[in-house]
């Protein structure tokens, strides 16, 4: 059944292998010179997550090296990268908080700050809009329904990586937003429009 299933994969990867790895391997390394320690994740069909050497399945944030390992040297990073097309993670805490929110409140907040300051990095995926914020950010503030403030230590998946249901995008890029957001604020609005849409 693996032998199936690893190989129905490996076609499914075979047309489209190494654009993304091309892709994912320039944004590792880009996030690894701005000093964001990464480490590799799974790889996704869109469907499944799965290590790309045993084919385990494993949890969309769920690294294929010790979590101790997260790193920035760009010749380790290079090396994860250089054969499998793996999601991009990150650890939270250190060099950038993370505000999760629903993709629609998400949309909302951009509009509301007219796409500037306080907004900083702002990545979109299928599970919601992912504010990259100041790091220290607790989790006081009146929170909106379905936000959160992504505690600290736990992993974050960066652009351009494949998940389950769509890819992870910027819709505001730490290239063209060097500060990040600040983050009370970012809160602050989330929970006033969704006051208003009840």
Known sequence: ???????????CLARDHGAALRSLRAAAEQYAARGWPVLPGPVCDGLTNWHPVSFELLGGRE???PRSEATADLR?????????????????GQHFGVVRAPAHLGWRVLAA???????????LSP???????EP????????ASGAEVVPP????????????????RWRISPVDRDALGDGAEILGKLAELSR???
Do not use: K, N, Y
Request: zero cysteines; a positive charge.
């Open 127 to 133: 599970h919601g809009a992912f504010f990259f914020v």
């Open 76 to 92: 380790v990073v290079s090396g994860w990268w250089s054969a499998h097309r793996q999601a991009i993670l990150a650890p939270v």
């Open 153 to 168: 230590g736990d992993l974050v998946v960066l652009p351009p990586s494949r998940v389950v249901s769509g890819v992870v």
């Open 196 to 198: 208003q849409t009840g």
């Open 113 to 123: 700050f007219g796409g500037g300051r306080p907004l900083g990095p702002m990545a």
């Open 136 to 143: 220290g950010l607790r989790g006081e503030h009146a929170l």
């Open 63 to 65: 690294p294929t090296v």
């Open 1 to 11: 059944m693996a032998v199936v299933a690893r190989g129905s994969r490996s076609r």
